[in-house]
């Protein structure tokens, strides 16, 4: 966690490794079905990695009880079938930048707008733009109450 005045920033990395083996040859995974990737494309293959560095920076500043927040993010993933065939065709890459708006009170505990610039190789690249929620963490039996004084008898 870094302190620059009343902004807070950290830096968030998560990587995954899907090692297939022993598959039929027209199965195939899909770099688009790992949690974190937010690309557009897809690669299939049955060896996937995927990579997401997000920086998430924490403003002072509040607008009608919500507090703003910004967030840059670089994802990197890559498929193939064979170790052999690593070249830069098999690699996607998708940076961005956002806004997030966060309100403990309401149904979703952030609402997110985010940019992103989705590239690979032979191709242009597109922008995506995307507007979404999420909800807050739910704990099974679990209600947020104020704690009751029980009476010993």
């Not at 005045?5 to 899907?18: A, H, I, K």
């Not at 299939?44 to 910004?70: A, C, H, M, V």
């Not at 979404?132 to 104020?146: H, I, M, V």
Request: net charge positive.
């Amino acid at each position: 966690l870094q302190h620059i005045g009343d902004f807070q920033s950290r830096y968030f990395f998560n990587s995954n490794l899907v090692l297939g083996g022993k598959r039929y040859p027209r199965e195939q995974m899909n770099v688009s079905s790992l949690s974190g990737y937010r690309g557009i494309w897809n690669l299939q293959g049955d060896k996937l990695l995927r990579s997401n560095l997000e920086n998430d920076i924490t403003t002072p500043y509040q607008i009608w009880g919500f507090k703003i927040g910004l967030f840059t993010f670089l994802d990197c993933a890559f498929a193939t079938n064979h170790f052999s065939q690593i070249s830069t065709k098999n690699v996607l890459l998708t940076e961005g930048a956002g806004f997030r708006i966060h309100n403990p009170a309401l149904i979703w505990e952030s609402i997110e707008l985010c940019f992103a610039l989705n590239q690979k190789k032979g191709s242009k690249g597109e922008w995506k733009i995307t507007l979404s929620t999420k909800k807050g963490l739910e704990l099974p039996d679990f209600s947020g109450k104020r704690p009751q004084t029980y009476k010993f008898q």
